[in-house]
């Protein structure tokens, strides 16, 4: 019964479709920055999708500032992925490099 009312109200005050799309952008933040706090190399691509879907959301509703926000997030989230992955790549290749010095001298 109050989801139904809700959904009223979205569909006559709000462009429903709208607000089911905005929710999942949240929702998607919420995941990507859950997975961030845990250095999870893959919250990268969570930031990603949700800016690319927030920056076609807002722009279909005619928010071009918001839109432009989530350009200039989209551009942070890229170059946050490529920075992580060159520091993984480091460390994978100090981790092994040591496995390999280590070895050599026992």
Not at 18 to 27: A, G, K, L
Not at 46 to 62: C, M, N, P, S
């Amino acid at each position: 019964e109050m989801l139904s009312s809700i959904d009223q109200h979205l569909i006559l005050y709000y462009n429903w479709y709208y607000s089911y799309w905005d929710t999942s952008v949240t929702v998607i933040e919420f995941v990507a920055e859950f997975a961030m706090a845990k250095k999870i190399i893959e919250s990268w691509h969570l930031w990603i999708i949700a800016d690319v879907l927030g920056i076609v959301l807002f722009a279909e509703r005619g928010l071009y500032p918001i839109s432009l926000l989530h350009v200039a997030y989209l551009g942070l989230a890229t170059w946050g992925l490529y920075e992580w992955a060159k520091a993984s790549k480091k460390s994978s290749l100090i981790a092994f490099l040591n496995l390999r010095l280590n070895h050599r001298w026992l």
